[in-house]
């Protein structure tokens, strides 16, 4: 990361974390490398807080952790805001077709609400997806590991894998 190398340590730490899907030094860094090129955008601030929450979870007590994933929530409230000021209303201001029908009514605070947690449950879905896509790559490579004799290896990664499972 530090030659600006970011594709380069991204596919480390994913090579980390097939062999160890909550090493969260590797999940830090792939976050703070996805962020890192002036380029990064939404998609990459949104990844990089479902590996920073991955994290988190395994291991509550990082405050490096926790610290990064504050920033980039708020970050991304910041965003969101900007965004909302930039085309909030783009869609209100008028006809397309004259005649047509009268503008949508604004959002109720129930309504807001229901959309949120929509969000989350497809961000939730996403990381299950994410979850389970891991353990399968685990679970290759310990059977490439016990076809090449590594059994110890392999059964070591299994015993992570039943633990992440759980």
């Not at 974390?17 to 830090?28: E, F, G, I, P, V």
């Not at 955008?41 to 590996?51: H, R």
């Not at 590594?150 to 894998?161: F, G, S, V």
Request: hydrophobic content about 35%; some cysteine.
């Amino acid at each position: 990361m530090r030659l600006g190398q970011f594709t380069v340590a991204i596919d480390a730490c994913n090579d980390a974390l097939r062999l160890d899907s909550t090493n969260s030094k590797a999940l830090y860094r792939r976050a703070v490398a996805r962020m890192s090129p002036a380029s990064a955008g939404s998609t990459e601030l949104d990844a990089s807080i479902v590996d920073l929450q991955t994290a988190i979870r395994a291991h509550p007590d990082d405050e490096t952790v926790a610290r990064e994933l504050r920033r980039l929530k708020g970050m991304r409230k910041r965003q969101r805001a900007a965004d909302k000021k930039t085309f909030g209303g783009l869609f209100q201001r008028g006809e397309v077709v004259a005649g047509r029908g009268a503008p949508p009514k604004p959002l109720t605070e129930e309504q807001r609400r229901a959309r949120k947690e929509e969000e989350e449950k497809r961000a939730a879905v996403v990381q299950q997806r994410q979850f389970v896509q891991q353990l399968a790559e685990m679970e290759r490579v310990a059977t490439m590991w016990e076809e090449e004799g590594k059994t110890e290896q392999a059964q070591e990664l299994r015993q992570h894998i039943e633990k992440a499972k759980r």
